[in-house]
């Protein structure tokens, strides 16, 4: 397995890379090399599920490096960041991702079947394709190069190629996947995308792959009809209940805040979830002394943990758009029919972040330096 899903695992490689996020980093990674020579961290499956945490991965870098020597590390951490807060302004976004993805399953290309199974004949896209199935993880550029090829070489709907990468990724995330390929399209910055060139490839991994002659470099980026309204989020926290079950969730495997002394721990994954996910969740409930219920129906499991806690109250983390979030707004009705009440919070990461989403990335990497004051770091 490339990627243990323990809390302690995440740690530990992030402990290693620490003292590499500096100047290593900044010159070497862009470049797709195998897992030994890499520069990148490989931390992302730890990050998304919040094994460990955006506050704790900086406050590390930060603690070997100057903010100017590890600043290209901490903006690629911002950019999860940034993600994440502008699909929870723009809900629409993901929904019609996933209307345009239903709708092209059910009429696939006929090179759909040769794209997902790695024998298109151009050798690099091949390869990542069975680097991605084996592995579950592909490096940044990899998956630039990848989507590129699938969208402007391939002629591929883009929502086909993220629900590939959804399927396989071990660190899949609704936000940064949806919204990656959309940059690369030219949807999400309109009128600029991302085209793969043979010499960028070839250059970037050390020349083990030269597409000369096979991808399509002149393509015009993609447009779309549709407007995506921006809803506006107040990201509070309210108190929280001194006893209550702590619910543990795809989207947050942190413990909850200071203050808030878990009564019982639940954990809950929904059933669109990797490997990676529910086995994260399942062991950092467990090491917690719970359970969890990977489905969709957890209003029952949500109801029995509560009572075997003795507590009518459940706290969680915000569970921001995606799979999880859809099936936690069934489970919330329910339980407020059996008078349990769930209280949920914003992480204060989240609460400084995400008001900096609503347009391009320039307006929150402007913050930074601000926003690691902010929260102390
Ligand atoms: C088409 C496409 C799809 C992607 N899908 C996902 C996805 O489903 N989940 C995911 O976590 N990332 C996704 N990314 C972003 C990025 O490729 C991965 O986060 C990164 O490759 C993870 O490897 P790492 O941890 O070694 O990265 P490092 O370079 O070590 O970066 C450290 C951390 O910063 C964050 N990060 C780095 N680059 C980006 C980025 N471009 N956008 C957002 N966050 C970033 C990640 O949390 C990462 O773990 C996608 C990028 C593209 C182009």
Redesign the pocket.
């Known amino acids: 397995m490339m990627f243990e899903p323990t809390r302690r695992a995440g740690l530990q490689r992030l402990a290693r890379f620490a003292p590499h996020a500096g100047k290593t980093y900044t010159s070497e990674?862009n470049f797709d090399r195998n897992r030994r020579a890499a520069a990148?961290?490989?931390?992302?499956p730890y990050?998304?599920h919040r094994l460990v945490s955006e506050r704790e991965i900086l406050s590390e870098i930060l603690a070997h490096h100057t903010l100017k020597t590890a600043m290209p590390?901490v903006q690629?951490?911002f950019?999860?960041g940034y993600?994440k807060g502008w699909l929870e302004q723009r809900p629409s976004v993901w929904s019609a991702y996933q209307a345009e993805r239903d709708a092209s399953l059910l009429d696939p290309l006929p090179n759909y079947q040769t794209a997902v199974s790695g024998q298109t004949g151009i050798a690099c896209f091949d390869h990542w394709c069975q680097q991605l199935r084996q592995t579950g993880y592909?490096?940044?550029h990899a998956?630039?190069w990848?989507?590129s090829i699938w969208i402007f070489t391939l002629r591929l709907p883009w929502p086909l190629g993220a629900d590939f990468?959804?399927r396989h990724?071990q660190?899949?995330?609704p936000a940064?996947?949806t919204l990656?390929?959309r940059w690369?399209a030219g949807l999400h910055t309109p009128g600029k995308h991302y085209l793969a060139t043979a010499e960028n490839i070839a250059k970037f991994t050390d020349g083990r792959f030269q597409p000369t002659g096979q991808l399509n470099e002149n393509a015009a980026p993609l447009i779309e009809e549709k407007t995506h309204p921006i809803v506006p989020i107040t990201p509070r926290s309210p108190d929280l209940p001194t006893r209550a079950l702590w619910l543990m969730t795809e989207e947050d495997c942190q413990p909850p805040p200071d203050g808030a002394k878990p009564a019982g721990v639940l954990g809950i994954v929904s059933p669109d979830a990797t490997g990676f996910a529910i086995n994260a969740v399942r062991h950092a409930a467990s090491t917690a002394n719970g359970q969890t219920d990977v489905g969709h129906n957890w209003s029952t499991a949500i109801c029995r943990a509560a009572a075997k806690a003795g507590t009518s109250d459940v706290i969680c983390a915000h569970l921001p758009v995606g799979p999880a979030a859809a099936g936690f707004a069934k489970t919330y009705q329910n339980l407020a029919a059996k008078n349990i009440r769930i209280h949920v919070f914003v992480r204060a990461y989240d609460r400084h972040v995400w008001p900096h989403t609503t347009k391009g990335f320039f307006k929150l990497k402007k913050q930074i330096p601000a926003l690691l004051r902010d929260l102390d770091l």
Do not use: Q
Request: proline residues 0%.
């Open positions: 990674r990148v961290s490989f931390l992302s990050i998304r590390f690629e951490v950019w999860r993600f592909l490096h940044n998956r630039m990848f989507a990468f959804l990724l660190d899949a995330d940064s996947n990656s390929w690369v």
